[in-house]
């Protein structure tokens, strides 16, 4: 007798195991594209953070805070008086916002004052995003 082709069982074997390696293979990638999405917005705070930091510096805001004081900027006056371009949702590819509160911790001993940024961003693709305090592992 001459056999020629695979038979049923063979061919459904493949197809299971080419569909076990698919899914593993899907659910990899999705991981690496959340991951990117996750970095992104991570940027997005730290360069809100950076802008901020020299906004309050180059306008004299900083030496006027007296302990536990606080003020806060939107991030369009960010945007508008050039200190970063407007974030950009990674999902949705539209324009984000927010405001950065930042209040002055004074030091104590061989402690520096540190003025403490509270970030909050709102992002359209996004709806779960949280506050970020800078610099990091700081308390507002």
Do not use: W
């Not at 038979?7 to 991951?35: D, P």
Request: hydrophobic fraction near 35%; charged fraction near 20%; proline fraction near 4%.
């Amino acid at each position: 007798m001459n056999k020629k082709g695979f038979s049923l069982v063979e061919l459904l074997t493949v197809i299971s195991l080419l569909g076990i390696l698919m899914g593993i293979a899907i659910q990899a990638v999705m991981g690496y594209l959340n991951k990117a999405q996750n970095q992104a917005y991570d940027s997005i705070y730290k360069a809100t953070y950076d802008a901020a930091q020299t906004y309050i510096m180059e306008n004299g805001i900083e030496p006027t805070l007296a302990n536990g004081s606080t003020g806060n900027v939107e991030i369009t006056k960010l945007v508008e008086d050039g200190y970063m371009t407007h974030p950009t949702d990674p999902n949705t590819k539209t324009d984000c916002s927010g405001t950065v509160n930042y209040k002055m911790k004074k030091g104590s001993g061989k402690t520096a004052d540190t003025i403490v940024y509270r970030i909050s961003l709102t992002c359209p693709g996004n709806k779960d995003l949280k506050e970020k305090i800078f610099p990091v592992g700081e308390t507002y």
